[in-house]
């Protein structure tokens, strides 16, 4: 079971990134997946999330009319779009499948 992100980089307040999420080693479309972030000194946390089917998700208030959680389960793919993005936006993000993470990619906000 793998996880792979890809997608983070440096990018000004209010520009935009889409990360990805490669799934290998399980069926993907039988999971719910997860995007989590850990910015310095702080505890990871639930950015989002989206059911097996990518027909409902749920986002941390932080990010809520901000980011964007889909998945494609032809090419065991789960992204995460955000705009707006702001400084307090910096972290590793993380996708997670129960037990499993991914290696993490960095997003920084800054000017």
């Known amino acids: 079971v793998q996880l792979v992100e890809s997608g983070g980089g440096l990018v000004q307040p209010g520009g935009s990134l889409r990360l990805s999420c490669a799934g290998s080693g399980f069926t993907f479309s039988n999971y719910v997946m997860r995007w989590y972030r850990q910015a310095p000194g702080k505890e990871r946390e639930l950015v989002a999330m989206i059911s097996s089917t990518g027909g409902s998700a749920n986002y941390a208030d932080s990010v809520k009319g901000r980011f964007t959680i889909s998945r494609d389960n032809v090419n065991n793919t789960v992204y995460l779009q955000m705009i707006s993005l702001k400084p307090e936006d910096t972290a590793v993000y993380y996708c997670?499948?129960?037990?499993?993470w991914g290696q993490g990619t960095q997003v920084t906000v800054s000017s």
């Open positions: 997670n499948k129960g037990l499993t």
